[in-house]
């Protein structure tokens, strides 16, 4: 916020005073812009949103650049955007959000609200009091500006006062901030602010450059003219001291304006206007003392110990005011000198003058405990683990596609359920080309899984096909590998495709990952077949989708009847189903066929054909429908059966590995032999003839759907998921 001010000042002195509201409008308030960045399709970690802009880069070079180069040296992968240029499809791209001197707009709080919806983790960092009018009120500088400057002003002040309390926690760099931070968020973090390697580098390089000084200098690095009552503090000292010591030099870096009791002494005084950070620790090192006071107002109580942390990195000692952070970190005597009266800092400056050995001393055991505790690369232990701790778990659903399968729909409606109950979860697939998609009202964002693109910490992913499995073998961050079997994808292929061998290896060398199935058959053959110990979770249904308006089925007039599956895949073993109804009576029965992917053959008998039916516009189908045959010979888990019961449908069906877990001849359903397609006209005969046997059907058939609604194995999908302790 000073260097915004710094820069209105700077518009008075070069445009005149008319510019000065237009110009501070520009740099402090919120509006929203029309200008976007482009959409990276990386997933990673966090996205640090700076609410500075380019003319005022110092903040977020501590706050964003600082902070996101300890991130890494930690694994934890970041971004940054400018928040005018915040999109909400960002949302779906990280785990955490940080916003760091952010005013509130209905955007931001917008996109807020989709990242808690979405159990991510929104905080904010400042570096400054700059939440409330009641602190910034202590800035005796404020009182100067022209009252719509100062209105606006205050309006951004509140405005990140706003943003902040929506924030879950806090970022920042002081104790005295951190303790009034705690009345917008229940929690704090501490990280005060570091040195990069590049401020590192440039200072190792300012130090073998310092030479031997023929005065004594001291320094004031001012920054911004917010610092006008600070310096006029320990001017009557810098005057008495000027007069004693005719080689005392004094350095002023930056806005501060010079009082006119110090005309006296301008040949002794040297100004530097602002320079490039680049080059602060080249000017730095030609003083022999650094100045560091601060009068005491909580405002000041609450600032970093930068100046210190600055001066110390080419072995400069400071003299700082015994305030906020200079007093928790400086060891008066040993790493700098504190000061907390005029008489101190005459007394400490004066030794300091006069001791040489003293001044070089204390500069060295500064410089060695800054480069231990006050490096970027040493100290992202703590903001790194408490990202970690603030994450919600994250889950992310490899699939071969979006494209509507069982499986698919299986995999979603888990993705759904975990996301209800507090996961962070994501779908992803290759080359995705959504971004979201929806499943029970609920937004899943969708990922790609493309190579180098998943770079975000990942606590558990979970493979949905044997072609997914690959992606979760090459990625090393993610935590837990799971692998949903759904089937024995290995009988997806006939003799002579090589992805069989493929997709039958899936099931035996990937000794990091954790089996699941949603199949009592599945979970046999993994263990007999390829010693796997898997999971099991019940699959479910989503019951009131399908059981709206259902009724029992009369069988009055023609009976309808349906036949589901794809007659292009050689264990939907639609063939018979299509020989069972062509022994049926013409008059009598209605034959209609839904196939998502194959055309019906040429000697197939349909008198209504549906193709490509979206999920939603199912159940209808079912309903209309008096009795479903269902032939297939090969299901992970068959839903069809389990769905038309629920609209209160009959069924005639094959017993599969992917039924007999709730299908009962005689209590739910009617089952027959494979093959014996005299059998199954038997068997529909029946059904056509015994009431007592079809109202029987029907009341089971609710019952066994029910159970199986999503709402009442929510638990157990969960536990499929969660690490045994």
Not at 398 to 408: A, D, H, Q, Y
Request: glycine share 4%.
């Amino acid at each position: 916020m000073q260097e915004i001010l710094r820069k209105v000042t700077k518009t008075l002195k070069d445009e005149g005073i008319a510019s000065v509201g237009k110009k501070a409008r520009s740099y402090i308030k919120t509006k929203n812009i029309e200008k976007k960045l482009k959409t990276s399709q990386v997933f990673q970690d966090v996205l640090f949103i700076n609410g500075c802009g380019p003319e005022v880069p110092h903040p977020a070079r501590y706050r964003v650049s600082h902070q996101r180069e300890q991130l890494t040296y930690y694994n934890i992968s970041s971004n940054e955007v400018f928040y005018q240029h915040l999109s909400m499809d960002m949302v779906r791209l990280y785990r955490g959000f940080i916003f760091f001197r952010c005013p509130y707009n209905e955007q931001i709080g917008e996109f807020i609200k989709l990242a808690k919806k979405l159990n991510k983790v929104v905080l904010y960092d400042i570096d400054d009091l700059v939440i409330d009018t009641k602190y910034t009120d202590m800035i005796p500088y404020l009182d100067t500006m022209k009252s719509e400057d100062r209105k606006a002003y205050n309006q951004n002040v509140m405005e990140m006062g706003h943003l902040l309390r929506l924030c879950d926690a806090g970022i920042t760099t002081t104790t005295h901030l951190q303790q009034e931070m705690l009345h917008y968020v229940p929690e704090v973090l501490i990280n005060r602010n570091t040195a990069s390697e590049e401020m590192e580098k440039l200072s190792d390089k300012a130090l073998q450059s310092k030479k031997e000084l023929d005065h004594i200098h001291i320094g004031y690095f001012s920054g911004s003219i917010t610092h006008n009552d600070d310096f006029n503090m320990i001017m009557p000292v810098i005057i008495e001291l000027m007069k004693t010591y005719h080689h005392l030099k004094l350095h002023i870096v930056g806005e501060l304006e010079l009082p006119g009791e110090l005309n006296e002494y301008k040949e002794q005084i040297i100004q530097h206007p602002f320079v490039d950070w680049r080059k602060l620790p080249e000017l730095i090192a030609q003083v022999d003392i650094n100045l560091a006071p601060l009068t005491d107002t909580l405002f000041n109580a609450a600032k970093s110990e930068n100046k210190w942390m600055e001066a110390a990195l080419v072995q400069v000692p400071t003299i700082a005011s015994n305030l906020g952070a200079f007093e928790e970190c400086i060891e008066s005597g040993e790493t700098g000198i504190l000061c907390s009266s005029v008489e101190d800092w005459k007394e400490a400056l004066v030794d300091l003058i006069e001791n040489p050995d003293k001044r070089n001393r204390i500069a060295r055991n500064a410089w060695y405990v800054c480069r231990e505790r006050w490096l970027a690369y040493k100290t992202g232990y703590k903001l790194a683990e408490f990202l970690k701790k603030k994450f919600h778990k994250n889950i992310i659903f490899v699939l071969p596609s979006l494209e509507i399968s069982g499986g698919v729909m299986v995999t979603l409606n888990h993705a759904a359920i975990m996301q209800k109950r507090g996961y962070d979860v994501s779908v992803a697939y290759l080359n995705a080309k959504e971004n979201w998609c929806t499943v029970k009202a609920q937004k899943i964002p969708v990922l790609h899984a493309n190579e180098g693109v998943l770079e975000g910490s990942i606590d558990a992913a979970v493979a949905t096909m044997w072609t997914t499995v690959q992606i979760l073998n090459r990625n090393s961050k993610i935590k837990n590998k799971y692998y949903l079997v759904q089937n024995y994808e290995t009988n997806f292929y006939q003799s002579g495709d090589p992805l069989r061998i493929q997709a039958n290896r899936t099931y035996s060398e990937n000794e990091n990952i954790k089996y699941l199935t949603i199949s009592k058959w599945c979970e046999s053959w993994l263990k007999t077949e390829f010693g796997k110990t898997c999971k099991y979770a019940p699959n479910g249904i989503e019951f009131d989708r399908f059981h709206d308006t259902a009724e029992e089925r009369t069988l009055s007039g023609k009976i309808r009847i349906l036949i589901e599956g794809d007659c292009a895949s050689y264990y939907k073993n639609v063939d018979e189903s299509f020989e069972i109804v062509n022994k049926l009576e013409k008059e009598k029965f209605e034959i209609w066929y839904m196939s998502y992917n194959a055309q019906p053959k040429e000697w197939y008998r349909v008198d209504k054909f549906f193709h490509k039916v979206p999920y939603a516009k199912v159940a209808q189908i079912y309903r209309e429908c008096d009795i479903l045959i269902k032939t297939s010979v090969l299901e992970s888990f068959s839903y069809p059966p389990l769905e038309m019961m629920a609209t209160g449908g009959l069924v005639l069906a094959v017993p599969n590995g992917g039924n007999v877990e709730y299908l009962e001849d005689g209590k739910n359903c009617l089952l027959y032999e494979q093959g014996d397609i005299e059998q199954a006209v038997s068997k529909i005969n029946q059904l056509c003839t015994e009431k007592e046997l079809r109202h029987k059907l029907y009341i089971e058939g609710l019952k066994t759907a029910k159970e199986r609604d999503w709402n009442n194995i929510e638990s157990a999908i969960e536990s499929l998921y969660m690490e045994e302790s």
